[in-house]
């Protein structure tokens, strides 16, 4: 047994284990570490486990079917598997992940996959229009060169109040 992935990954590299086991996976730096050596062999099963966004969808605006919609298209997945989990997942419709291969379903539409970010602005826009949503400043994009020129203000939501904003971090 060893204390910590660092060491458990310096004795398979030195040779004094055979065989190393980690419920966790590694983590990339130690995973690249092992791919450049030609002695080791990496087997990896697919991860049953998920991270997840979650709003109290009983408190207004979040009870309303076309905001969640809206917030799920605008969020990156694929930033957030590449760039902040640094390839570490796959990004998902479901709570059902790719490792239970018996109750996933490959052919789900992810919201917002692969669009740019000016689609999935325009896609939110259109989904929070449909829901009664207006703006004082509407959104601007640029479909063709994948710009948001103009990012709007004054959200209101269909009761007329201003909805305070939270912050969703995209590219």
């Given at each position: ?136 400043e509407e959104p601007v994009v640029d479909l063709a060169d994948d710009l948001v020129l103009t990012p709007g203000s004054g959200l209101k939501t269909p009761d007329g109040a201003y909805f305070r904003p939270f912050v969703i971090m995209t590219p």
């Amino acid at each position: 047994l060893y204390l910590n992935q660092q060491a458990a990954i310096l004795a398979v590299q030195t040779g004094e284990v055979d065989f190393l086991y980690s419920s966790q996976g590694l983590v990339a730096g130690y995973r690249q570490q092992l791919e450049g050596n030609p002695d080791v062999e990496i087997l990896t099963n697919p991860a049953l486990g998920f991270r997840y966004l979650a709003f109290n969808q009983s408190r207004y605006p979040f009870d309303i079917p076309e905001f969640n919609q809206a917030v799920a298209t605008l969020v990156d997945r694929e930033f957030v598997m590449n760039r902040v989990l640094q390839g570490a997942g796959v990004p998902l419709a479901t709570p059902i992940p790719p490792g239970n291969a018996f109750w996933f379903n490959p052919d789900l539409e992810v919201a917002g996959a692969g669009m740019g970010r000016a689609a999935r602005v325009l896609e939110a826009v259109g989904l929070l229009k449909s829901a009664g949503f207006t703006w004082d400043e509407e959104p601007v994009v640029d479909l063709a060169d994948d710009l948001v020129l103009t990012p709007g203000s004054g959200l209101k939501t269909p009761d007329g109040a201003y909805f305070r904003p939270f912050v969703i971090m995209t590219p």
